[in-house]
């Protein structure tokens, strides 16, 4: 099959699959994964026109024009709809290069006006910026599966270990606690609340 046919069709799939949403939305992390080995921003042809397109000089703007050119979406909306696949999210931040610390930018590129909202640290896509940047050996595990974004923040130090009790069943409270305390953390506990 001809390159810029391909590169059309997959723009094509891939801006169908966000615009519809529910049903397509697993379509969404295989397609941009094929998005980005072929450069289907690049020059195409516009299958909805049957035209030659001479690309954008940019992912991020291949993103946000409209169709049938782009995607029609929002950088950091479509990074939402792929925030529960860490390999496609790693290769979309990768694709458009917007460093961690970045909080917001203009960038007029020829095209379509791009701006990034600020970066939620605490998200999937925050985490792995984050541990891309200073941890890449977390970063790796968790991109191999043998970590979720959570466990390797905690042990880069970005969050701390959280258990969610009920209050109401004292039973159940203290069966949690003995469970995911050690005897020394339960002593301490103790001996601060006898303390009050």
Same mark, same amino acid.
């Given at each position: ?55 954008? =000089? ?9 169709? =049938? $050119? ?28 917007? =460093? +961690? /610390?970045? &909080? ?8 379509? /006006? ?6 939620? &640290?605490?998200?999937? +896509? ?12 977390? /970063? ?10 959570? +466990? ?11 258990? /969610?009790? =009920?209050?109401?069943?004292?039973? $159940? ?6 469970? &995911? ?5 339960? &002593? ?9």
């Amino acid at each position: 099959m001809d390159t810029l046919v391909f590169r059309g069709q997959l723009t094509q799939a891939l801006g169908r699959s966000i615009r519809d949403g529910a049903g397509s939305i697993t379509n969404i992390p295989g397609l941009l994964e094929r998005v980005l080995e072929q450069r289907a921003w690049e020059e195409r042809i516009v299958i909805e026109t049957g035209e030659r397109f001479p690309g954008f =000089p940019s992912f991020a703007a291949y993103v946000v024009e409209d169709a =049938p $050119l782009g995607l029609g979406s929002d950088v950091d909306a479509f990074e939402q709809l792929i925030e529960h696949n860490v390999q496609a999210l790693d290769l979309y931040q990768e694709a458009l290069k917007r =460093p +961690a /610390h970045v &909080h917001a930018v203009d960038s007029d590129v020829g095209g379509p /006006h791009i701006r990034y909202a600020q970066p939620d &640290h605490t998200s999937t +896509a925050g985490i792995l910026r984050r541990l891309k940047q200073d941890r890449p050996d977390l /970063h790796g595990r968790v991109l191999g599966g043998e970590l979720s974004p959570n +466990a390797a923040s905690i042990e880069a130090g970005y969050r701390h270990r959280r258990l /969610h009790v =009920p209050i109401d069943d004292m039973d $159940l409270l203290a069966s949690m606690l003995r469970r &995911h305390l050690d005897r020394t953390q339960r &002593h301490e506990l103790a001996t601060r609340l006898e303390g009050e």
